[in-house]
């Protein structure tokens, strides 16, 4: 097989995965060559993502190297996506899962949300933002764009007390000894595809190539969780921007026989064909955090779940809060 063309964003995140990618496609026998791409998202720094319009800020110059076929493959952070591709292109694969949670980095390791003691948070984040102001209140926020490392580098001059981020970007940057707290998904649902890499290609990708990095890279069980997290962002057109939050889980069949006190021969019988039922859980929290909507799903079918979760929200009181988010932004 030729040699794969991997394009991705240049920064170190970015190329983090890339070079995990990388290396597992590269295990499997195959040889890679990463072609790093400048996106509209790492060039606009002084404006927030959700006043330069969120759709595909960091996704449409990968996506143009797709179609021209000087890359085979694009990888992004699942979170980053839009919930909507075009007709020509397609996600091939979504890699396991880290730990989905939210973290809140300082060199002050005393500092906790929980503590209701007041300090400056940094994030950009609507959602982040949003939540903070619903379920804690005491925290005041400072805007920040720009990557991790210009993140921390602020963090470090004083800008703020903390930083709110993602599990899984501090631990892929080597961050993790300056968590202060781990932000509990009870209350922080994480962002849509939060903690998982995605893979994307043109649709017309040689269907063999195609098949084998799908082979390698595509973690199921992350998949079915992602494919019901972004059924559910697609129906409530949420971009990055929008406070909008979603998290499936699967449950398997012993801790469903744990969890509900069913006998396996019971679960059983709920189970489809890979034995796992999914639950969603996502909403909807209005900008100044005075308003959250959020319900759980449970099923098997993933597009159903995330669909009708959605149509759950919406009816709610979901469409007039995403109505005015809108006019808001
Ligand atoms: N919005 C930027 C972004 N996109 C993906 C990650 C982290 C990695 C991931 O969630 O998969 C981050 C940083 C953050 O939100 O803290």
Redesign the pocket.
Known sequence: MSVIKLGTRGSK?ALWQAYFIKETLEKGGLEVEIVIINTKGDQILDRSLSKIGSKGVFTEELEEQLRSGAIDIAQH????LQSELADDLELIAFTER?KVN?VLVSFDKSLSLESGKPFVVGTS?TRRVAMLKHFYPHITTVDMRGN?QTRMGKLESGVCDAL???????H?MGYMEHVAELISTDKFT??V?????ALECAVSLDPEKKAKIRELCNHPETEQQLLAERAFLKRLQGG?SIPVFGLATTVNSEQLAVNSEVTAENSSNLLTDNCSLITVTGGIVSLDGSEILKETVTGNNPLELGEALAEKILSLGGDKMLADIKANL
Not at 77 to 80: C, E, I, M, P
Not at 193 to 197: A, E
């Open positions: 995140l952070s699942a979170k980053d880290e939210d984040s991790l709110l981020l993602a599990y899984a970007g501090v892929r994480p962002a595809g939060q903690g998982s890499v990055c």
